[in-house]
């Protein structure tokens, strides 16, 4: 095999195609989309709860103080008993009375026989639907949110941005490890017909935590009309 | 034409061969695809629908012009800094447990992709959709070497279980019905009792490929983008079989084609945004997974990337050609053009088809076969107009038409080629007015023979046949535009 030589030769190759006069520099590329979105917060998350529910996702709001009961509520909702969490979540949250496994290196097989999966996420984008995951220990090994097929993934307001460029200016430092979800897994590859569940978790649970609302005790709660 | 119908018997058309080397030249290509009504039924209901979508998302993007600059302006940029972003990512990618492979053309990249699965024992391995991997012809090289690839992609295992090629770059099995699709599972997964509806076949799809999934310890899968920055890899998905493949398996292949470089992290904030809208209409796709190299208890603890020349560095030299490697491979191009909607992507013989691979394609075989696809356009600019790159295909297509006609003339065999030899004599004719005008009379005195009623010429004889065979031609009139300038100019008083 001539591998050195292939890289090698490549390189010249495209070093002589590209030898011509520069471009403009990597810092002055024009950047004239939208960087920050103008809604309001109660907006902002208004317009992630229908982004979110057109992918047929659920998604129910709640205080920081509800959170436990808002978690207990959604799992004994899905009719499941066994879960799966990632090692780092706060210990509250996984309610007695469910059948916990905590992953600290579980087996593709033991996860596979969870009923679902509870997780944190890093963020989320309103415009688009979007949950980030960055997979730390709070959001879970990638396995723990893919063979499940019932994920409940709590979301904290401030964590939620409007738009794509906001998300990727509180990233300071690149992550490793990065999964963007944007509903759940779907195919519309037989004539068009979009169908939820493929391969990934065919049940998408959100809970939006309204951490916002304790820091601006003066905002209303229009938000939280239709929760489910 | 006729809706998308429970018809068992569509007209047959011949295996589609999708290797530019030995496709059909693209007119003799589509014509027994023109007369199978039901492909064409069931491309222009796919490519209908996902035109619909995107326009509608689109539209609501105010800021989507701004975006293809800037997206144009990334994808330039790392183009004219290509050298260096590729040894960036080889670096980081290296630093973060990565093995950079190089592979200078399709042979050299099958070559070291077998070798990586030999080392592993592979019998079989698991592979996400990648458009790179059929185009170094990679399914039959693994199959000749004893391991089974075992597509995962929905609409990649309705192709393979029913020995049919891919004909949309995004939706590759769009020229396939509900119907055809019951009929290749019930009978390749022997299930006699599944319903039609897409709902049952997608359940049916994901019974059969879980296990394998939870079994298969090697994966393969393309690229969407390579982040020089972090030496990560990005794949854009729907399904969620990608992250099966780059999550479960033991040894993780991915293939790429050099130009696929980002510089940065954050410049996904870009192309994120324009491909999903793009591609399927859609403000972003399910899933888009990204990682560096590898990461200890998460996911593939073995990986490779193959980075793939195969003619790109040529293209690259290449003034007006370069802006083909901007492309990011939507398919919007497809979904728009009126040749791609009548002919599906079979007639263009590669797995890129429609207007970036009546470019792409001829390039990558250095102009030495597909000759026939940058005439396979009407230079109407609809892929122009949609690209979110700012691909302009016309100008790539009209400076390969050039270089085609150029590489012809120059054959000796071609000297009495109807078509050169009549090139020449008008030539000559367009080249003084006199000669032109007696052209025109005598045009016009010839042809009014088969010139009917309405104005039009339906049917010529002779080397004419091969102009009326599919198109009329406009009746020469019977005052030209300088006859009748110069009695008006005497009528003046």
Known sequence: MSATSSRQSILARIRAATAGPASLPYADLPRDYTHHGALPTDAVLHLLTDRLREYDAEVSECSPANLVATIADRLRASGRHKFVAPPDLPADWLVPGFDWAIDNNLTHDQIELCDGVLTAAFAAVADSGTIVLHHSATEGRRVLTLLPDWHLCILRSSQIVETLPEYFARCTQPPALATFISGPSATADIEMTRIKGVHGPRFLNVILVRDDLESVPHRNQAGSHDRL | ?493
């Not at chain 2, 992609?153 to 049919?164: K, R, T």
């Not at chain 2, 410049?267 to 793009?278: F, H, P």
Request: glycine residues 6%; charged residues 20%.
């Open chain 2, 1 to 493: 034409m006729t809706g998308p119908s429970a018809s068992s018997s569509p007209a047959r058309t011949p295996a589609p061969i999708l290797n530019p080397v030995h496709a059909l030249p693209f007119p003799q290509a589509a014509l027994p695809i023109l007369r199978n009504t039901q492909l064409r039924a069931n491309v222009a209901h796919a490519t209908d629908v996902i035109q619909a979508k995107r326009a509608r998302l689109v539209q609501e993007k105010s800021d989507w012009q701004a975006l293809r600059t800037a997206a144009a302006a990334i994808r330039d940029n790392v183009l004219q800094n290509l050298g260096d972003y590729l040894e960036q990512f080889e670096t980081n990618c290296t630093a973060a447990g990565g093995i950079v492979h190089w592979a200078a053309d399709a042979d050299e990249a099958r070559h070291i992709i077998l070798d990586i699965l030999r080392h592993e024992n592979a019998s079989e391995v698991i592979k996400i959709k990648t458009m790179t991997s059929a185009e170094i012809q990679l399914n039959p090289a693994l199959q000749a070497a004893g391991i089974d690839p075992i597509e995962t992609d929905l609409a990649e295992l309705i192709l393979q279980l029913g020995d049919d090629e891919p004909s949309h770059i995004v939706v590759p099995a769009l020229h396939v019905n509900r119907f055809q699709v019951r009929e290749i599972f019930a009978r390749r997964m022997g299930l006699t009792n599944l319903a039609d509806d897409p709902q049952a076949l997608t359940a049916a799809a994901r019974a059969h490929l879980r296990k394998k999934f939870l079994s298969v310890p090697t994966a393969i899968s393309g690229a969407n983008f390579l982040i020089a920055e972090t030496g990560s890899v990005a794949i854009v998905e729907s399904e969620g079989n990608g992250r099966m493949c780059l999550t479960l398996p033991r040894t993780l292949i991915a293939l790429a084609g050099i130009e696929k470089v980002l510089p940065r992290y954050r410049d996904l904030e870009v192309m994120l945004q324009i491909l999903a809208r793009s591609a399927t209409g859609e403000r972003m796709n399910p899933y888009t997974s990204l990682w560096s190299g590898v990461v200890p208890n998460d996911g593939p603890q073995r990986f490779h990337v193959v980075l793939l020349d195969n003619g790109r560095s040529s293209i690259l030299a290449r003034p007006v050609e370069r802006q083909t490697l901007r492309c990011i491979r939507c398919a919007a191009c497809q979904n728009a053009c009126p040749v791609y909607r009548q002919t599906g992507g079979h007639a263009y013989g590669s797995v890129y088809g429609g207007p970036i691979g009546a470019i792409l394609t001829p390039q990558l075989m250095h102009l030495e076969h597909a000759q026939s696809l940058p005439f396979a356009s009407s230079l109407c600019g609809a892929c122009y107009e949609v690209c979110p790159v700012k691909i302009n295909i016309p100008e790539v297509l009209i400076e390969l038409r050039a270089q085609v006609t150029d590489l012809e003339r120059r054959h000796t065999s071609r000297i009495f080629d109807p078509m050169y030899l009549g090139m020449r004599i008008a030539n000559s004719l367009f080249a003084n007015a006199s000669r032109f005008r007696i052209a025109q009379r005598l045009g016009r005195i010839t042809l009014r023979p088969f010139t009917r009623k309405d104005g039009w010429i339906h049917s010529l004889p002779s080397l004419g046949s091969r102009w009326t065979a599919s198109r009329d031609l406009r009746g020469l009139p019977n005052q030209t535009f300088r006859d009748w300038w110069s009695a008006r100019q005497k009528e003046k008083p």
